[in-house]
């Protein structure tokens, strides 16, 4: 199988994982194991430098924007970048969200706000901290909402209505 082919099915593995654990169908630990080994995968072929079309970085990318490690969020970043430069528009959010998730790995204010945690204390969702110097223009610019509609989609999913949608971007 190429490796376009093989990213292609990885990526959907991934998404559909994603799918399988919020419905209760996969569990945490099958979950991580899955992702530490399509990360793998993705990681040796961007060092062969296997990746050649923008949909190649993107599902590069969304795997390893799945990882562990504060590196793994920066290149996903990185990749992102490649893609949208290749056309790949799909990238433009995750280009967003991977860049918050390395800043909140790393202790720090997300810019976009596509981060979310959970208040231990109240298990409430809550829209992890947000740099207040990024713009809703910006924010539009990589497709992600004004934070405002980032702030009631958050409220809405605490009073359990759940948003996931077809509308909503892969994460």
């Known amino acids: 199988m190429s490796k376009h082919l093989e990213l ?12 399988g654990f919020r419905a209760g169908e996969v569990a945490w630990a099958d979950l991580a194991s899955r992702d530490r080994q ?11 430098g296997s990746l050649h079309t923008g949909a190649d970085y993107y599902h590069a ?40 998730r390395f800043l909140r790995s790393m202790g720090r204010p997300q810019r976009f706000g596509t981060q979310h945690a959970r208040d231990e204390r109240t298990g409430a969702l809550q829209l992890y901290p947000v740099d207040p ?25 605490n009073a359990g209505i759940d948003e996931l949608s077809e509308a909503t971007p892969p994460r």
């Open 61 to 100: 990318a969304m795997i390893l924007q799945h990882g562990a490690e504060p590196e793994d969020y920066l290149l996903a970043h990185e990749l992102c970048i490649v893609a949208i430069g290749r056309g790949e528009d799909r990238a433009r959010w995750l280009a967003a969200a991977s860049e918050d």
């Open 38 to 48: 399509r990360e793998a995968y993705v990681k040796a072929a961007v060092m062969e």
């Open 133 to 157: 110097s990024v713009s809703d223009e910006v924010r539009r610019a990589f497709d992600v909402p004004p934070l405002a509609e980032a702030e009631r989609r958050v409220a809405r999913r």
């Open 8 to 19: 292609e099915r990885l990526f959907m593995e991934d998404q559909a994982d994603r799918v």
